[in-house]
């Protein structure tokens, strides 16, 4: 009988307990797998070390992630993170993009006009202090208000004291903590290194997220202080061997965005809806780029950059999407949740408190897919002088307002970003700004009609292609003068403008604010009191044995180097330059199957032994491209820029290792190669490796 009982309680215990699988999650410095790494892969780092690492991972832009690897603020990411940049610093007659780009020299070292990357330097929990603002009784959308307003004030404080430092509270677990995050921004950002496109995204679309692949999607970036090279110590040391087959490897970045704690309902409404109007808002960019690109090989140069990244978005969307049809996939979802409840309704204390969570969820999204489309379709950022516009008119509406009454975005404590950003000089082409904000009026002429609000505000009695005509090609806002003489000139300047892209901004802008404001008290409000609940639920039955949800902040993910079965093939673990070449060959350099020149120069120069790219098990998704790859050394042995197709589903749940899903990565000793035999890098290998 005594054996009987205790039985039962192990069994109740591993009922409590959610099977943790592999090599899965993408954790907080605070709550690093330091238990996971002790039992599987006998690796303890100290907290040194795990400091170091934290160190030595900027942030780049709204884009990716990166690694310092030299004292001077040498960073690497990938290409295909810099690109927008290098975009940017190209021209008709100088396409870096096409023709790649060495800097010898740190004199010769190309500005970015708009580039800004953060490190994580501290962290502090504020859990407490923000959920205890809310008051007894408090309705969804007030307790929502009081716990923005106590962020507000504790970034406030924080900025008063951090000596330059942005300084933001983030949430976790959907509202179960809150942490202050303390970045130190760089903005003064050169390029020194990137590869040809072509070999960069060498196969296009048709070997993205797949494997083998072939790419050296790398380039490098230099931080500047006070016009000189940052001073970083800490560093990642790059390993000129580069990571072998079986071996432990530790991913440091800044994953976008997964939702694998949101409640089934909400994943529901992602498959039926919001992934709906989110393809459909990509393809109707995607095919206005196209038909513009088509008018030439400079328009095709204009749009190149952001063709790739919508053909890249709609494919992992597509993934996606396929992995919540799956019935195995989604039963496995909902066996997760009705464990999770069952846990709460067991405890009294629990259900009282936590148990009605998932029904105010669901209560709320039923009444979300008419309000979310019109919200989808309801705005003019889609091209960057509607964005400027929307900006400045929100922007000279919000300061005006005591700062924790201001939407987020316009808080103090970011406005130092804002303007960075707003005030770009980075060149805007107004063809191909028209082309796309003309197809985006006609697609929301379909999706909502001629009498929508918004419609009729943006069209004012003209048609699509007139309306952006006129804002476009009238429009002084390609001038950073204009735009920096309305914001200091006030929500006054704003008001008696003449420009026919601020007028637009100006007559769409109620009816946005009216959605939004929907949107924050139906939803936002719930699920911040409903997370919350949720997210204390979790805590009381399983502890923090389970990450929070990427967000684009800093995280570890970990695996090892390792090949995996696809139908009746074994796929190995690494490709090799000689790949490369004959991949090449045995396609006739048909595109995207062609190799730029140099390449086939310099062919007889190349170790074709050399390791060129690489899979392995940790758990990544978008936001980690750029993320360095260490060993328990602490050297970077590679750098993230992919996953294979199997992996695409990874938003809502992880993927198992046993299923082939699989991050990809460039070699470090490919980069080294490549640097050494092709580019005639010298100095930059140099700073690398000291050799």
């Known amino acids: 009988m005594k054996k009987f009982s205790a039985l039962l309680i192990i069994l109740s215990f591993l009922i409590c307990v959610p099977v943790h699988r592999a090599d899965e999650g993408m954790w907080?410095?605070?709550?690093?797998?330091?238990?996971?790494?002790?039992?599987?892969?006998?690796?303890?780092?100290?907290?040194?070390?795990?400091?170091h690492l934290r160190l030595s991972s900027p942030r780049i832009g709204n884009i990716g992630s990166g690694a310092f690897v030299s004292g001077d603020g040498l960073i690497v990411t990938n290409h295909h993170v810099a690109l927008n940049s290098i975009?940017?610093?190209?021209?008709?007659?100088?396409?870096?993009?096409?023709?790649?780009?060495?800097?010898?020299?740190?004199a010769e070292e190309l500005k970015c006009q708009d580039l800004e990357i953060n490190v994580l330097v501290s962290y502090e929990e504020v859990t407490k202090r923000v959920q205890s603002a809310v008051k007894s009784g408090a309705s969804d959308k007030e307790a929502n208000e009081q716990r923005k307003a106590a962020a507000a004030q504790i970034e406030k404080e924080s900025t008063q004291q951090a000596n330059g430092l942005k300084c933001e509270v983030i949430s976790f677990y959907n509202g179960g903590e809150y942490w202050?995050?303390?970045?130190?921004?760089?903005?003064?950002?050169?390029?020194?290194?990137?590869?040809?496109?072509?070999?960069?995204?060498?196969?296009?679309?048709?070997?993205?997220?797949?494997?083998?692949?072939?790419?050296?999607?790398f380039a490098f970036l230099r931080a500047y202080e006070n016009g000189q090279p940052a001073k970083t110590p800490h560093f990642l040391k790059w390993s000129e061997k580069g990571p072998s087959e079986?071996?432990?490897?530790?991913?440091?970045?800044?994953?976008?965005?997964?939702?694998?704690?949101?409640?089934?309902?909400?994943?529901?409404?992602?498959?039926?809806?919001?992934?709906?109007?989110?393809?459909?808002?990509?393809?109707?960019?995607?095919?206005?780029?196209?038909?513009?690109?088509k008018r030439g090989a400079e328009p095709a140069r204009q749009a190149g950059d952001a063709i790739r990244s919508l053909n890249n978005s709609l494919k992992r969307l597509a993934g996606q999407q396929e992995g919540l049809a799956n019935p195995r996939l989604m039963a496995k979802k909902e066996e997760e949740e009705?464990?999770?409840r069952s846990e709460v309704a067991k405890r009294a204390d629990l259900q009282k408190a936590y148990g009605t969570a998932w029904l105010e969820v669901s209560a709320a999204y039923r009444a979300l897919p008419v309000p979310a489309r019109r919200r989808a379709f309801s705005v003019i950022d889609v091209v960057r002088l509607g964005d400027i516009a929307s900006k400045i008119v929100r922007y000279t509406t919000e300061v005006q307002k005591p700062n924790d009454k201001r939407y987020d975005e316009y808080r103090d404590n970011r406005l130092e970003s804002f303007k960075f950003s707003l005030f770009s000089t980075a060149?805007?082409?107004?063809?191909?700004?028209?082309?796309?904000?003309?197809?985006?009026?006609?697609?929301?002429?379909?999706?909502l009609t001629a009498n929508d609000p918004f419609i009729k505000a943006a069209l004012n009695g003209q048609t699509p292609a007139e309306a952006a005509r006129k804002a476009v090609q009238g429009t002084k806002l390609d001038d950073v003068a204009v735009r920096k003489a309305l914001i200091e000139g006030g929500a006054d300047a704003v008001a008696k403008s003449d420009d026919p892209m601020i007028i637009l901004a100006r007559n769409v802008e109620p009816i946005i604010r009216e959605l939004r404001a929907w949107y924050e008290e139906n939803i936002l409000s719930v699920e911040s009191s409903a997370g919350e609940k949720i997210a204390k639920a979790r805590f009381a039955v399983y502890g923090k044995t389970i990450p929070p949800d990427a967000n684009f902040n800093l995280r570890l993910a970990y695996g090892s180097v390792i090949g995996y079965?696809?139908?009746?093939?074994?796929?190995?673990?690494?490709?090799?330059?000689?790949?490369?070449?004959?991949?090449?060959?045995?396609?006739?350099?048909?595109?995207?199957?062609?190799?730029?020149?140099r390449y086939k120069a310099r062919k007889d120069k190349v170790?074709?032994?050399?390791?060129?790219?690489?899979?392995?098990?940790?758990?990544?998704?978008?936001?980690?491209?750029?993320?360095?790859?260490?060993?328990?050394?602490?050297?970077?042995?590679?750098?993230?820029?992919?996953?294979?197709?199997?992996?695409?589903?990874?938003?809502?749940?992880?993927?198992?290792?046993?299923?082939?899903s699989r991050a990809v990565g460039v070699h470090s000793a490919g980069i080294l190669e490549a640097l050494q035999k092709i580019y005639d890098a010298s100095a930059l290998v140099k700073e690398l490796t000291g050799n």
Not at 265 to 293: H, P, S
Not at 567 to 592: C, H, I, M, Q, W
């Open 87 to 106: 975009q940017k610093l190209s021209t008709k007659e100088r396409d870096l993009v096409h023709d790649g780009f060495y800097a010898a020299t740190k």
């Open 180 to 217: 202050l995050y303390r970045f130190k921004r760089y903005n003064d950002i050169r390029l020194v290194c990137a590869p040809e496109e072509q070999i960069a995204f060498f196969g296009g679309d048709y070997d993205n997220f797949t494997f083998p692949r072939h790419d050296l999607d």
């Open 565 to 597: 079965e696809e139908d009746t093939t074994l796929v190995p673990y690494k490709t090799t330059f000689f790949g490369l070449y004959d991949r090449a060959l045995s396609f006739n350099e048909k595109a995207p199957y062609n190799l730029p020149e």
């Open 338 to 340: 009705k464990a999770l």
């Open 28 to 51: 907080t410095f605070d709550n690093p797998p330091l238990k996971q790494w002790k039992e599987k892969y006998n690796f303890t780092p100290s907290a040194e070390w795990l400091e």
């Open 607 to 660: 170790n074709l032994a050399t390791p060129l790219n690489f899979v392995y098990s940790a758990d990544t998704i978008g936001g980690n491209s750029g993320s360095p790859v260490i060993n328990r050394n602490g050297e970077l042995v590679g750098l993230n820029f992919d996953s294979n197709i199997q992996k695409l589903s990874n938003r809502y749940w992880y993927i198992e290792e046993s299923e082939g």
């Open 246 to 293: 079986g071996e432990f490897v530790i991913v440091s970045g800044y994953p976008g965005s997964t939702a694998r704690l949101l409640t089934l309902d909400q994943i529901k409404y992602q498959r039926d809806a919001g992934n709906v109007y989110q393809k459909q808002i990509w393809e109707t960019r995607l095919r206005a780029l196209e038909e513009y690109a």
């Open 427 to 447: 060149p805007i082409y107004k063809d191909l700004e028209e082309a796309v904000l003309t197809a985006w009026l006609e697609e929301g002429v379909k999706t």
